[in-house]
T-cell receptor, first 114, second 113 residues
Framework: DVKVTQSSRYLVKRTGEKVFLECVQD?????MFWYRQDPGLGLRLIYFSYDVKMKEKGDIPEGYSVSREKKERFSLILESASTNQTSMYLC?????????????FGPGTRLLVL | AQSVTQLGSHVSVSEGALVLLRCNYS??????LFWYVQYPNQGLQLLLKYTSAATLVKGINGFEAEFKKSETSFHLTKPSAHMSDAAEYFC???????????FGAGTRLFVKA
């Protein structure tokens, strides 16, 4: 069974802390994504990666960075957490394009920045 | 520019009634279209997708959606709502050949007994 796991379900951090969110997929997918989900705004793309060590900015990359050192792992980094980064963070991996294309999502990490 | 609009942030139906969740998209190239469902405290799960084959797409849990190019719509329907359908539903769009998937703001479905 396909699986995307995220390192934490809930996190509480203080303003200015460096925060690491980890995501692991077991499907050998090349494409991985980080989104944040806020009420009334749907999912907004922060960063994505189409291969190891390859990354591209999404729609809201400011204040975030990512790392993809291994194919199965895609990390989101908040360099200096701020209160406006309080949100739900969702990781996803995507199967190859075509009829079978599907994005598989992790359960999410709910981050509170105080 | 690529965009997705879901009409209605909240929809309430009675158990056994028709479910209709509306989605319109904007794209200059052929689209791939998706509906995802999110149950409380969970990630998103794919319900169904349109990837240029049949325009009427059937998904899991009795849901279906019809791609109408002339109306740029991809509305989600289910003939008879069940209590377990209460969740948030997201319409999503990706341009063929593109990389990014754009999500709508979501519609929360309430089912009344």
């Amino acid at each position: 069974d396909v699986k995307v796991t995220q390192s934490s379900r809930y996190l509480v951090k203080r303003t200015g802390e460096k925060v690491f969110l980890e995501c692991v997929q077991d499907m050998d997918h090349e494409n991985m994504f980080w989104y944040r989900q806020d009420p009334g705004l749907g999912l907004r793309l922060i960063y994505f990666s189409y291969d190891v060590k390859m990354k591209e900015k999404g729609d809201i990359p400011e204040g975030y960075s990512v790392s993809r050192e291994k194919k199965e792992r895609f990390s989101l980094i908040l360099e200096s957490a701020s209160t406006n980064q309080t949100s739900m963070y969702l990781c996803a991996s995507r199967s190859p394009s075509g009829e079978q294309e599907t994005q598989y999502f992790g359960p999410g990490t709910r981050l509170l920045v105080l | 520019a690529q965009s997705v609009t879901q009409l209605g942030s909240h929809v309430s139906v009675s158990e056994g009634a028709l479910v209709l969740l509306r989605c319109n998209y904007s794209s200059s190239v052929p689209p791939y279209l998706f509906w995802y469902v999110q149950y409380p405290n969970q990630g998103l799960q794919l319900l169904l997708k349109y990837t240029s084959a049949a325009t009427l797409v059937k998904g899991i849990n009795g849901f279906e959606a019809e791609f109408k190019k002339s109306e740029t719509s991809f509305h989600l329907t289910k003939p008879s709502a069940h209590m377990s359908d209460a969740a948030e539903y997201f319409c999503a769009h990706r341009e063929a050949g593109g990389f990014k998937t754009i999500f709508g703001a979501g519609t929360r479905l309430f089912v009344k007994a």
